[in-house]
């Protein structure tokens, strides 16, 4: 089991989902389109200006330098504290600050292609995430609403690069935008962030208590686990 981290964020003072669909499906409005330009800036599934073929070539050449330091075993470089704000022919700042992108991009790829990737196929053991079909383009479901996301790559996690960056590890972004969606992913958490660690000498007693106990339910799991102020969101989310 390796270490990891599950979360949600709720963004200050955004739309339900109900209206989100609503004004989707308002063909008078361009909120459709921002909407689309906005998600596709904050999460991707494909690499960086980059192809799957060229990104595994250009770490493979990489790995042959001596000073080749693998992204996901190193702490993120931190960005040029000064920056011009027009680019400055031979500037040195301005140079700096363009090599530091080039290495951004680079290392945001190299972590993406050791970590992003399924190696999983269609089969026994296979999940939605496991085998995703690539989608050039996002588009718009005209019946329910639904915005499926661009995929440039089929096997690739939806990520963000900053996020990437920093983290230096495997991550998965996803917007939300449907009551069933919040539905699903709060149980998920929630079962998750609940489970007790056990002791391999008392995993035989505990599994003999299971069957005596009454099963917890979802709604005695929220209620002890977040505040009342959350779980007052959480249930009218749960609900659409």
């Known amino acids: 089991m390796t270490l990891h981290l599950h979360l949600m964020l709720w963004i200050v003072n955004s739309l339900t989902p109900q209206e989100i669909r609503d004004r989707i499906m308002d063909p008078n409005s361009d909120f459709q389109q921002k909407m689309v330009e906005y998600l596709e800036g904050t999460h991707q599934a494909e690499f960086v200006s980059s192809t799957m073929a060229n990104v595994e070539e250009d770490i493979k050449t990489s790995q042959e330098s001596?000073?080749?330091?693998?992204?996901?075993?190193?702490?993120?470089?931190?960005?040029?504290?000064?920056?011009?704000?027009?680019?400055?022919?031979?500037?040195?700042?301005?140079?700096?600050?363009?090599?530091?992108?080039?290495?951004?991009?680079?290392?945001?790829?190299?972590?993406?292609?050791?970590?992003?990737?399924?190696?999983?196929?269609?089969?026994?053991?296979?999940?939605?995430?496991?085998?995703?079909?690539?989608?050039?383009?996002?588009?718009?479901?005209?019946?329910?609403?639904?915005?499926?996301?661009?995929?440039?790559?089929?096997?690739?996690?939806?990520?963000?690069?900053?996020?990437?960056?920093?983290?230096?590890?495997?991550?998965?972004?996803?917007?939300?935008?449907?009551?069933?969606?919040?539905?699903?992913?709060t149980a998920y958490v929630t079962d998750y962030i609940t489970k007790t660690p056990l002791k391999t000498q008392n995993s035989s007693r505990r599994m003999a208590q299971t069957g005596e106990s009454e099963p917890i339910s979802l709604l005695q799991k929220l209620e002890r686990l977040w505040p009342p102020h959350i779980q007052t969101v959480l249930l009218a989310q749960l609900q659409l």
């Open 66 to 185: 001596k000073d080749y330091q693998d992204p996901t075993l190193t702490l993120p470089l931190p960005p040029p504290s000064v920056k011009h704000e027009a680019d400055c022919a031979g500037c040195t700042t301005c140079s700096s600050d363009s090599n530091w992108w080039a290495q951004f991009r680079q290392a945001v790829n190299d972590i993406l292609y050791k970590s992003n990737r399924h190696q999983c196929s269609a089969g026994a053991g296979w999940s939605r995430k496991q085998v995703n079909c690539s989608r050039p383009c996002t588009i718009l479901d005209p019946n329910s609403g639904a915005l499926p996301m661009k995929q440039g790559e089929a096997r690739l996690n939806s990520f963000t690069p900053a996020l990437t960056y920093i983290l230096q590890c495997n991550s998965d972004v996803t917007s939300l935008l449907s009551g069933t969606a919040i539905k699903a992913i």
